[in-house]
């Protein structure tokens, strides 16, 4: 069974009490279970892993090589700043797919600017929970066509 990890980063663990007009008032363990539901139903085995830390989130996706086939990054506030993050996703090479809650390009201006985006096959952005979703199922359609 090919294996997905999810990062979620900082913040993303306040879902449901963090600014409920822009994220709304689902927990993130509600997000939890979406994302093992959504993954169990495309047939992939699921790891989520959330940090507030731009080091630890580096770190994992470092260990992520030779284990994980795909990788679901939310890098929340680091997207708009993290070098290192999608400097490690390029590094390890696995494919990955940037997801957002809200529609980032619709927001501040200095939420417009991802650089994690280059390091990513797309974005998915705006679309709540069911981002997470989508692209867990880019992923199956990918992953079927380069069998
Ligand atoms: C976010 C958007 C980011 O700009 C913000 O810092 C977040 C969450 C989203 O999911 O919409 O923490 O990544």
């Known amino acids: 069974m090919k294996k997905i990890l999810v990062i979620n980063g900082p913040n993303i663990n306040m879902l449901g009490l963090r600014e409920p007009d822009i994220y709304?008032?689902?927990?993130?363990?509600?997000?939890?279970?979406f994302?093992?539901?959504?993954?169990?139903?495309a047939g992939f085995e699921v790891q989520c892993f959330?940090?507030?830390?731009?080091?630890a989130i580096v770190d994992k996706i470092q260990q992520a090589y030779g284990i994980f086939d795909g990788i679901i990054i939310n890098p929340a506030a680091y997207t708009?700043?993290?070098i290192a993050i999608p400097d490690a996703l390029k590094a390890v090479g696995i494919p990955?797919?940037?997801v957002h809650l809200s529609d980032i390009s619709q927001r501040e201006a200095y939420r417009?600017?991802?650089y994690t985006s280059e390091a990513c096959q797309i974005t998915?952005?705006?679309k709540g929970f069911e981002g997470y979703r989508e692209a867990v199922?880019?992923?199956?359609?990918?992953?079927?066509?380069n069998k």
């Open 96 to 98: 990955a797919v940037e």
């Open 35 to 41: 994302i093992g539901g959504a993954a169990n139903d």
């Open 137 to 145: 199922y880019f992923f199956k359609s990918s992953m079927i066509q």
């Open 124 to 126: 998915i952005a705006g």
């Open 112 to 114: 417009q600017i991802s």
């Open 24 to 33: 709304g008032t689902k927990t993130f363990d509600d997000l939890l279970a």
């Open 50 to 55: 959330q940090s507030n830390s731009e080091g």
């Open 80 to 82: 708009h700043t993290s």
